[in-house]
């Protein structure tokens, strides 16, 4: 019984968050190039402001703020990481993967992420014009005017231009009336599935993560995950509570993956995330990622 007593604890140790980080970490944030709200050099600055000691710029599906960032990054000495969030698709629904120290100017990912953008336009066109047979009137112009210019376009931008038409009372609404799976203006994305996924992440140098795997991905999902190549779990982020931080946390211990976290940060009052640096993510996190990037590089 006593021995019980004791497997509990080192149990915890090992399994859930860790707390009382001082060097804490943010390796999940997104800028105005994918659908946040802040510029990349102002997230960084956001990030120095909240004492983070270091920060990877995660933007889905493109790296045109990967280069601003990191070199706001330099400019203060915060160790920075290149890094994408790649949308993937399959049968088994959506997989978010997180792709770190990719090369930013590789140019299969480059070409790839150009292509995947004009997708995301017509995606954009094609949920208008069902909005519009909704007699909802909305254009694709709207939709641009919530997106930065050098950004891409995607369903938030969609659901604040709703917002700002004043045709849903809020974000929420957007989705759940109109562009979520299975609602009437709801456009399915283009596939790529995980594993190509994870192949295109490390053809560009990077280590593929699983984002917020808690809840929505099966032990069987991610071993086929680790079958195909997958180098880590997200195990620290908003949406994961204890349950799924200790689940994630040893199914990584178990399949010896990195652990990686991050607050999924798109700016200020945009309630639908975490806050920055919420997530009590350690510095050694850091560490790890880096030397296996670099023993990657090296191989
Ligand atoms: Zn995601
Ligand atoms: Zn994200």
Known sequence: MFLGVVQRVTDRDR???????????????????????????????AA?????????????????????????????GLPFVPGIEFSCYDDNGSTHLLGYFVDPSHAELTEYLANARELRVE????????????????????????????GLIARPHVARALVAGGWVKDYNEAF??????????????????????????QDAGGLAILAHGGKSHSESAIRALVDAGLDGLETLHPEHGPYEVRRLRRLAE??????????????????RRGQLASQPVPYEWYVRLRDAAEERASQ
């Open 48 to 76: 120095q402001e909240a004492g983070l000691r270091a920060v990877s710029l995660t933007d889905h599906d493109t790296l045109n703020g990967v280069e601003e960032a990191a070199e706001a990054a330099a400019e203060i």
């Open 15 to 45: 399994f859930d968050a860790p707390s009382d980080v001082v060097d804490r970490i943010d390796l999940h944030l997104h800028s105005d190039r994918s659908d946040g709200l802040l510029g990349p050099a102002a997230v960084i600055a």
């Open 254 to 271: 178990q399949h010896g993956l990195l652990e990686t976290g991050g607050s999924d940060w798109h700016g200020p009052h945009d309630g």
């Open 123 to 150: 995606r954009a066109q094609k949920m208008v014009e069902k909005l519009n047979r909704l007699s909802v009137e909305v254009t694709l112009d709207d939709v641009r005017a919530q997106a930065s210019e050098q």
């Open 176 to 201: 759940y009336r109109f562009i979520a799976d299975g609602q009437p203006a709801y456009v399915p994305t283009w596939r790529l599935s995980p594993a190509e996924g994870v192949r295109r992440i």
